[in-house]
């Protein structure tokens, strides 16, 4: 069993930086590959970035080049640095966790969730 617990939602305005993160406790975190996903209103949950447990990264072409991804396994910590935000990246963001060292993208494929932390970037 894995928690996952984010942190490091608000408020910013468009243009601005966010950082979150998502600490897991319950197991090892190896070979534990983590994802970001978001949900906003009216819409699908969708797959925003990926890492696996050896470094190896995947994010969406909607966010490429402006998010990244990162974790520190020594802290059971995986981050989500979000730059040059918009408003449509307004949404409720999810950490998750699957076991194994493949790069997965689809939500059904992940055993643990988050809460959620909600992100907001004013226009």
């Known amino acids: 069993q894995v928690q996952l617990v984010e942190s490091g939602g608000g408020l910013v305005q468009a243009g601005g930086s966010l950082r979150l993160s998502c600490a897991a406790s319950?197991?090892?975190?190896?070979?534990?590959?983590m994802g970001w996903f978001r949900q906003a209103p009216g819409k699908e949950r969708e797959f925003v970035a990926v890492i696996t447990w050896g470094g190896i990264t995947y994010v969406a072409d909607s966010v490429k080049g402006r998010f990244t991804i990162s974790r520190d396994n020594d802290k059971n910590t995986v981050y989500l640095q979000m730059n040059s935000l918009k408003p449509e990246d307004t949404a409720v963001y999810y950490c998750a966790a699957y076991t194994g060292n493949a790069i997965y993208v689809h939500s059904e494929l992940y055993l643990y969730w988050g809460q959620g932390t909600q992100v907001t970037v004013s226009s």
């Open positions: 319950g197991r090892s975190f190896r070979d534990v590959g």
